[in-house]
């Protein structure tokens, strides 16, 4: 039975959260422990889904994981990594795609790697070609077996010169966490830069390894032997600062984000100033908030680091829907990412998805079909109704749609929020929401 969330929308949202260690880098730092060879701590770790999986995933391979029961602190021990069955990887794995980037850290400590058929959000097409193409050229060998891949480096991986086709997140992590360790200077182009990228370059220079950045998007890593354990403190979570910031603005509400950072937002901080929300900066957060009056219709691409960031987008479109004019987006990140828009639409609001780019530039999805675009119309009131979640970002946007709505809105499917959304639940009632939980464990 699954869990469902009744929401009685309505109510402006006001109070305070507060945001910790960054999704798209907690799980990777852990990842990262792999590589030392002594014991590693990361401090400011969320208590979200793709945690216990990485945990879970790690202590399979004979990583000691202790969690402080005050702090939260994680301390990882590789000292006694192993190799783990294929079937309890796949089992432990779930929907994560996290195990794809355990391949080098593995090599590199026991020599071998397996990784089961990827799960992930149906968000567009996240192929893993960018990252095994990366680990042949580390001359690592990959063979396709039952339910999965083996990739093994029987000569150890050497140092290479890689350039992406697109700024990938994912196989910039790869190839950063396969090179460390390898023989030799790898040189990276096209890389993705993202702020949780950086932050992972942080910890592997922490643990000992020689990395530069250029301004060209060249990553340049000389390979070490040995590599320390590291202490560390995540960068705190610039999305779920942005959706709750989108949550104050389409509740009409007032939300202070304690750990939300300026200098990881000041796109997004922009763009909402644009479209007509309010926000105070502080030392410890910022404050989000509706200041009355009209909602400014805008024209929006989204685009990798420093762009406007398209876990940013699904959030923004709900507030949208509710400006008084027109609006457009064009995502050029993920190609199926407007697929949340059918719930939005059931609600009321007025968006039109289309295939061409309605952008300032073509971009890669162009001419192949997707509805990578979106006209909205508002302001419209949205109306209550059933949801059932697509993935993450959507998840939390039609969660955000159901709490500005009129009426009551039934939403199941809410376990995929717990991916990125630390106690959200807990969090909803602080800012208080009307709803209604009902656990389906």
């Known amino acids: 039975?699954?869990?469902?969330?009744?929401?009685?929308?309505?109510?402006?949202?006001?109070?305070?959260?507060?945001?910790?260690?960054?999704?798209?880098?907690?799980?990777?730092?852990?990842?990262?422990?792999l590589l030392g060879s002594e014991p590693s701590t990361l401090r400011n770790v969320p208590e979200i889904k793709d945690v216990e999986v990485v945990t879970s995933l790690l202590q399979l391979h004979g990583v000691t994981v202790a969690k402080d029961p005050v702090t939260?602190?994680?301390?990882?021990?590789?000292?006694?990594a192993k190799t783990a069955p294929s079937t309890e990887i796949d089992a432990h794995a779930g929907d994560s795609r996290i195990p794809i980037l355990l391949c080098g850290p593995l090599i590199h400590a026991i020599g071998e790697a397996f990784i089961p058929d990827l799960g992930g959000c149906k968000i567009g097409d996240r192929p893993i070609d960018y990252h095994l193409s990366s680990l042949r050229s580390f001359g690592a060998v990959v063979e396709k077996r039952p339910g999965g891949i083996h990739i093994s480096a029987p000569k150890g991986l050497k140092g290479t010169k890689l350039e992406l086709p697109y700024p990938s997140v994912g196989a910039t992590e790869q190839v950063l966490l396969a090179a460390v360790r390898a023989e030799g200077i790898t040189e990276l182009r096209g890389a993705a830069t993202e702020p949780e990228i950086i932050d992972l370059i942080?910890?592997?220079?922490?643990?000992?390894?020689?990395?530069?950045?250029?301004?060209?998007?060249?990553?340049?890593?000389?390979?070490?032997?040995?590599?320390?354990?590291?202490?560390?403190?995540?960068?705190?979570?610039?999305?779920?600062?942005?959706?709750?910031?989108?949550?104050?603005?389409?509740?009409?509400?007032?939300?202070?984000?304690?750990?939300?950072?300026?200098?990881?937002?000041?796109?997004?901080?922009?763009?909402?100033?644009?479209?007509?929300?309010?926000?105070?900066?502080?030392?410890?957060?910022?404050?989000?908030?509706?200041?009355?009056?009209?909602?400014?219709?805008?024209?929006?691409?989204?685009?990798?680091?420093?762009?406007?960031?398209t876990d940013w987008q699904q959030p923004l479109v709900v507030a949208l829907t509710q400006a008084d004019g027109v609006s457009i987006v064009h995502e050029t990140v993920y190609e199926n990412r407007f697929g949340f828009t059918d719930a939005l639409i059931r609600m009321g609001a007025n968006i039109q998805v289309h295939r061409e780019c309605l952008g300032s530039v073509p971009c890669r999805f162009g001419q192949r079909n997707f509805l990578h675009s979106a006209v909205i119309s508002g302001?419209?009131?949205?109306?209550?109704?059933?949801?059932?979640?697509?993935?993450?970002?959507?998840?939390?946007?039609?969660?955000?749609?159901?709490?500005?709505?009129?009426?009551?809105?039934?939403?199941?499917?809410?376990?995929?929020?717990?991916?990125?959304?630390?106690?959200?639940t807990e969090k909803l009632e602080g800012l208080g929401a009307d709803f209604d939980f009902t656990d389906g464990n």
């Not at 939260?72 to 006694?80: A, K, S």
């Not at 000389?222 to 104050?248: C, F, I, K, T």
């Not at 209550?384 to 946007?397: A, H, K, N, Q, V």
């Open 1 to 33: 039975m699954s869990s469902v969330l009744t929401v009685r929308g309505g109510v402006p949202l006001s109070g305070r959260v507060a945001v910790r260690g960054a999704k798209n880098l907690v799980p990777k730092a852990m990842v990262a422990a």
């Open 72 to 80: 939260g602190d994680l301390t990882l021990d590789p000292t006694d």
């Open 202 to 309: 942080c910890v592997l220079q922490k643990m000992g390894a020689i990395i530069s950045v250029q301004t060209d998007r060249t990553i340049r890593i000389e390979g070490v032997q040995e590599l320390r354990g590291y202490v560390h403190s995540a960068l705190p979570d610039r999305n779920e600062s942005a959706s709750w910031a989108s949550a104050a603005l389409v509740t009409r509400g007032d939300i202070f984000v304690q750990g939300a950072s300026q200098l990881d937002m000041l796109t997004f901080l922009n763009t909402y100033r644009k479209v007509g929300g309010g926000f105070e900066i502080h030392d410890d957060g910022i404050r989000f908030f509706h200041p009355g009056g009209k909602l400014t219709p805008l024209v929006l691409e989204t685009d990798v680091h420093p762009g406007f960031m």
């Open 379 to 424: 302001p419209t009131q949205l109306k209550g109704t059933d949801i059932d979640i697509p993935d993450l970002r959507g998840g939390f946007s039609h969660l955000i749609a159901a709490l500005a709505a009129t009426g009551t809105s039934r939403v199941t499917g809410i376990e995929i929020i717990n991916r990125g959304y630390e106690r959200f």
